[in-house]
């Protein structure tokens, strides 16, 4: 089904006190009015070909301890986060570090979460990922139990957020209109193009600001 709607509920803009770390995290970039950042910023995530990244670094590398030349070596830990090493030959000395942070509250690395997230978002699912890191000479995803883990996770905290963007958007139409009674109109999708999916999706949308404010899954079909 689409989820083209899901953006919007993406805002930086949302006061959200009641939600989880995970949907707070979901409301920190808005997708859609996203500002393209300064290309002097040294934060997020970058496309790096590794056997240019290694060698270049290793050759500015000192040990701490014993001052001599230090090497950094590279190991894929889980999906598409690996695990750096710093490695002295002359005194085995081992420094380690990794190339992803863990989102707290999940307990999973950010990276695996975003590269599903994102995929979702251009409507593509596990086979998509495998075929985007195949293409991309990136290393091989998270297994398909843990894509799923992830995925379920994302869902929770898309709704906690969808449900805190549709609640102050009817406070904001009520607001507006200066009263309870609202003119609203409505919107839908279907999961397959034309009108034969038994599955589709309902919004009602406030008249005066414009926003969703209730959305529903709807079915023609009984079991």
């Known amino acids: ?19 989880s770390a995970s949907a707070k995290k979901l409301c920190k970039e808005n997708y ?18 590794i056997d ?14 014993c001052n001599t030349k230090a090497v950094l070596k590279e190991k894929i830990l889980y999906g598409l986060v690996s695990e750096f090493y710093v490695e002295c030959y002359s005194c085995s000395t081992l420094t380690t570090f990794k190339s992803s942070s863990v989102i707290a509250s999940s307990k999973d690395y950010e990276v695996n979460t975003r590269i599903t997230y994102a995929m979702r978002i251009v409507e593509l699912g596990y086979c998509g990922i495998k075929n985007f890191c195949t293409a991309m000479d990136l290393p091989p995803p998270v297994s398909q139990k843990s894509y799923e883990r992830i995925l379920r996770k994302i869902n929770l905290a898309s709704r906690e957020v969808a449900d805190d963007s549709m609640k102050n958007a009817a406070k904001e ?39 969703v404010i209730d959305v529903a899954v709807l079915s023609s079909y009984c079991k």
């Open 52 to 65: 240019i990244l290694l060698p270049e670094l290793s050759k500015y590398l000192i040990c701490p301890n």
């Open 1 to 19: 089904m689409r989820i083209n709607t899901l953006e919007k509920y993406l805002s930086d803009t949302l006061a959200v006190d009641c939600i």
């Open 173 to 211: 139409e009520v607001s507006a209109s200066g009263s309870n009674e609202i003119c609203v109109s409505g919107d839908g999708t279907w999961k397959t193009r034309g009108h034969t999916s038994r599955i589709g999706v309902c919004s009602v949308i406030g008249d005066v600001i414009g926003k």
């Open 32 to 49: 859609l009015d996203k500002e393209v950042r300064n290309s002097n910023q040294s934060n997020g995530y970058r496309m790096i070909n």
